[in-house]
Protein backbone atom coordinates (compact mmCIF):
# COMPACT_ATOMS: atom_id res chain seq x y z
CA UNK A 1 0.00 0.00 0.00
CA UNK A 2 1.76 3.30 -1.18
CA UNK A 3 1.07 6.01 1.84
CA UNK A 4 -0.02 9.58 1.01
CA UNK A 5 2.59 12.16 2.33
CA UNK A 6 0.60 15.20 3.60
CA UNK A 7 1.94 18.64 4.71
CA UNK A 8 -0.27 20.83 6.80
CA UNK A 9 -0.45 24.70 6.52
CA UNK A 10 -2.23 26.97 9.42
CA UNK A 11 -1.76 29.71 11.27
CA UNK A 12 -4.11 28.07 13.74
CA UNK A 13 -1.95 25.09 15.99
CA UNK A 14 -5.49 23.50 17.09
CA UNK A 15 -6.51 23.04 13.56
CA UNK A 16 -3.56 21.61 12.86
CA UNK A 17 -3.16 19.15 15.68
CA UNK A 18 -6.86 18.26 14.79
CA UNK A 19 -6.66 17.44 11.38
CA UNK A 20 -3.09 15.78 11.96
CA UNK A 21 -5.45 13.46 14.31
CA UNK A 22 -7.59 13.12 12.22
CA UNK A 23 -5.78 11.86 8.77
CA UNK A 24 -3.76 10.01 11.27
CA UNK A 25 -6.80 7.71 11.48
CA UNK A 26 -6.34 6.19 7.58
CA UNK A 27 -3.51 3.90 7.34
CA UNK A 28 -2.79 5.37 3.48
CA UNK A 29 -2.28 8.72 4.57
CA UNK A 30 0.57 10.16 6.47
CA UNK A 31 1.32 13.86 8.09
CA UNK A 32 5.12 14.43 7.37
CA UNK A 33 5.01 18.53 8.16
CA UNK A 34 3.52 20.91 9.36
CA UNK A 35 3.58 25.03 8.66
CA UNK A 36 1.52 28.02 10.29
CA UNK A 37 2.96 30.40 7.61
CA UNK A 38 4.09 30.48 3.90
CA UNK A 39 6.97 31.54 3.98
CA UNK A 40 7.36 28.22 6.57
CA UNK A 41 5.33 26.30 4.19
CA UNK A 42 8.09 26.58 1.38
CA UNK A 43 10.64 24.99 3.75
CA UNK A 44 8.54 22.48 4.70
CA UNK A 45 7.54 21.50 1.68
CA UNK A 46 11.54 21.28 0.44
CA UNK A 47 11.92 19.62 3.08
CA UNK A 48 9.87 16.88 2.84
CA UNK A 49 8.21 16.95 -0.24
CA UNK A 50 4.89 16.07 0.38
CA UNK A 51 2.63 14.74 -2.14
CA UNK A 52 -0.13 16.78 -1.14
CA UNK A 53 -0.65 19.82 0.69
CA UNK A 54 -3.76 21.19 2.54
CA UNK A 55 -3.25 25.22 2.34
CA UNK A 56 -5.53 27.72 4.51
CA UNK A 57 -5.44 30.86 2.69
CA UNK A 58 -5.71 33.98 5.54
CA UNK A 59 -2.62 33.50 8.02
CA UNK A 60 -1.64 36.87 9.21
CA UNK A 61 1.14 38.49 8.96
CA UNK A 62 3.47 38.09 5.74
CA UNK A 63 3.04 35.07 2.80
CA UNK A 64 -1.06 34.66 2.48
CA UNK A 65 -2.03 31.05 1.15
CA UNK A 66 -2.33 32.30 -2.63
CA UNK A 67 1.17 33.26 -3.11
CA UNK A 68 2.40 30.25 -1.30
CA UNK A 69 0.60 27.92 -3.94
CA UNK A 70 1.61 29.88 -6.29
CA UNK A 71 5.03 29.67 -5.33
CA UNK A 72 4.79 25.52 -4.39
CA UNK A 73 2.93 25.07 -7.65
CA UNK A 74 6.30 27.23 -9.48
CA UNK A 75 8.81 24.68 -7.77
CA UNK A 76 6.84 21.46 -8.31
CA UNK A 77 3.67 21.91 -10.75
CA UNK A 78 2.75 18.03 -9.70
CA UNK A 79 2.56 18.62 -6.45
CA UNK A 80 -1.17 18.67 -5.50
CA UNK A 81 -2.56 21.32 -3.54
CA UNK A 82 -5.83 21.64 -1.48
CA UNK A 83 -7.60 25.02 -0.11
CA UNK A 84 -8.97 24.17 3.52
CA UNK A 85 -10.09 27.30 4.77
CA UNK A 86 -13.51 29.30 5.94
CA UNK A 87 -13.43 31.49 3.23
CA UNK A 88 -16.07 30.07 0.68
CA UNK A 89 -16.69 33.30 -1.69
CA UNK A 90 -16.12 33.06 -5.46
CA UNK A 91 -13.62 35.57 -5.91
CA UNK A 92 -11.49 33.15 -3.42
CA UNK A 93 -12.13 29.99 -5.14
CA UNK A 94 -11.09 31.20 -8.25
CA UNK A 95 -8.19 33.22 -6.80
CA UNK A 96 -7.38 29.53 -5.18
CA UNK A 97 -7.57 27.88 -8.31
CA UNK A 98 -6.04 29.94 -10.71
CA UNK A 99 -2.85 29.83 -8.17
CA UNK A 100 -2.38 26.25 -8.99
CA UNK A 101 -4.81 25.31 -6.07
CA UNK A 102 -6.67 21.42 -7.36
CA UNK A 103 -9.25 21.42 -4.64
CA UNK A 104 -10.90 23.83 -2.17
CA UNK A 105 -12.63 22.05 1.12
CA UNK A 106 -14.24 24.29 3.72
CA UNK A 107 -13.62 23.62 6.92
CA UNK A 108 -16.43 22.40 8.09
CA UNK A 109 -16.19 19.19 5.60
CA UNK A 110 -16.70 15.85 6.45
CA UNK A 111 -13.65 13.60 7.46
CA UNK A 112 -14.84 11.05 4.33
CA UNK A 113 -15.13 14.35 2.22
CA UNK A 114 -11.04 15.16 3.40
CA UNK A 115 -9.92 11.82 2.82
CA UNK A 116 -11.33 11.37 -0.77
CA UNK A 117 -10.09 15.02 -1.63
CA UNK A 118 -6.40 13.64 -0.64
CA UNK A 119 -6.62 10.71 -2.02
CA UNK A 120 -8.52 12.51 -5.53
CA UNK A 121 -5.58 14.38 -5.60
CA UNK A 122 -2.67 12.44 -5.70
CA UNK A 123 -4.63 11.16 -8.96
CA UNK A 124 -5.05 14.62 -10.96
CA UNK A 125 -9.20 15.03 -9.63
CA UNK A 126 -10.28 18.28 -8.74
CA UNK A 127 -12.52 18.20 -5.49
CA UNK A 128 -14.60 20.82 -4.09
CA UNK A 129 -17.04 20.82 -0.41
CA UNK A 130 -20.26 20.11 -1.62
CA UNK A 131 -21.60 23.68 -0.71
CA UNK A 132 -19.06 25.17 -3.32
CA UNK A 133 -20.14 22.63 -5.55
CA UNK A 134 -24.11 23.32 -5.23
CA UNK A 135 -23.82 27.17 -5.61
CA UNK A 136 -21.67 26.59 -8.76
CA UNK A 137 -24.45 23.63 -10.29
CA UNK A 138 -27.29 26.52 -9.55
CA UNK A 139 -25.38 29.20 -10.87
CA UNK A 140 -24.63 27.22 -14.38
CA UNK A 141 -28.35 26.10 -14.58
CA UNK A 142 -29.22 30.10 -15.57
CA UNK A 143 -30.37 29.45 -19.39
CA UNK A 144 -28.61 32.41 -20.40
CA UNK A 145 -25.52 30.17 -19.57
CA UNK A 146 -23.05 29.31 -22.68
CA UNK A 147 -23.14 25.98 -21.99
CA UNK A 148 -26.06 23.46 -22.88
CA UNK A 149 -28.14 21.90 -19.44
CA UNK A 150 -26.35 18.61 -20.09
CA UNK A 151 -22.60 20.43 -20.27
CA UNK A 152 -23.64 22.70 -17.12
CA UNK A 153 -24.78 19.28 -15.34
CA UNK A 154 -21.10 17.45 -16.19
CA UNK A 155 -19.46 20.64 -15.13
CA UNK A 156 -21.20 20.45 -11.60
CA UNK A 157 -20.33 17.06 -11.65
CA UNK A 158 -16.65 17.55 -11.73
CA UNK A 159 -15.94 19.40 -8.55
CA UNK A 160 -16.84 16.06 -6.68
CA UNK A 161 -13.52 14.56 -8.58
CA UNK A 162 -15.47 11.82 -10.63
CA UNK A 163 -13.54 10.07 -13.50
CA UNK A 164 -15.01 9.94 -16.93
CA UNK A 165 -16.25 6.30 -16.54
CA UNK A 166 -17.96 7.72 -13.13
CA UNK A 167 -19.47 10.65 -14.70
CA UNK A 168 -20.68 8.29 -17.46
CA UNK A 169 -22.72 6.46 -14.96
CA UNK A 170 -23.40 8.66 -13.22
CA UNK A 171 -25.22 10.14 -15.98
CA UNK A 172 -25.79 7.31 -17.96
CA UNK A 173 -23.72 7.96 -21.30
CA UNK A 174 -20.55 6.67 -22.58
CA UNK A 175 -17.15 7.13 -21.47
CA UNK A 176 -17.10 8.89 -25.21
CA UNK A 177 -19.75 11.00 -24.78
CA UNK A 178 -18.46 12.31 -21.84
CA UNK A 179 -15.59 13.24 -23.52
CA UNK A 180 -16.71 14.97 -26.14
CA UNK A 181 -18.94 17.00 -23.94
CA UNK A 182 -15.49 17.98 -22.02
CA UNK A 183 -14.18 18.90 -25.37
CA UNK A 184 -16.70 21.16 -25.94
CA UNK A 185 -16.87 22.55 -22.27
CA UNK A 186 -13.37 23.76 -22.41
CA UNK A 187 -13.56 25.22 -25.93
CA UNK A 188 -16.19 27.39 -24.91
CA UNK A 189 -14.77 28.52 -21.79
CA UNK A 190 -11.51 28.68 -23.12
CA UNK A 191 -9.68 26.44 -21.26
CA UNK A 192 -8.01 23.16 -21.24
CA UNK A 193 -8.24 21.93 -17.38
CA UNK A 194 -11.29 20.13 -15.02
CA UNK A 195 -10.20 22.87 -12.51
CA UNK A 196 -9.72 25.59 -15.25
CA UNK A 197 -13.47 25.14 -16.54
CA UNK A 198 -14.80 24.81 -12.84
CA UNK A 199 -12.86 28.90 -12.15
CA UNK A 200 -13.90 29.89 -15.50
CA UNK A 201 -17.86 29.12 -15.25
CA UNK A 202 -17.46 30.97 -11.72
CA UNK A 203 -15.58 33.68 -12.65
CA UNK A 204 -18.10 34.22 -15.60
CA UNK A 205 -21.05 34.10 -13.01
CA UNK A 206 -19.20 37.05 -10.84
CA UNK A 207 -19.39 39.28 -14.05
CA UNK A 208 -22.63 39.78 -14.59
Do not use: C, W
Not at 23 to 44: H, K, N, R, Y
Not at 63 to 92: C, W
Not at 175 to 202: F, S
Amino acid sequence: MTTISVLLVDDHTVVRSGLKALLGTQPDIAVVGEASSGEEALDAAQQHSPAVVLMDLAMGAGMDGIEAIKHLRQRNPKQAIIVFTTYDSDADIVRAVDAGAMGYLLKDAAPEEIFAAVRGAVQGKSVMSAPVASRLFQQLRNPDEVLTPREAELLSLLTEGLSNRDLGKRLFISEATVKTHLAHIYAKLGVETRAAAIATAIRREGMR
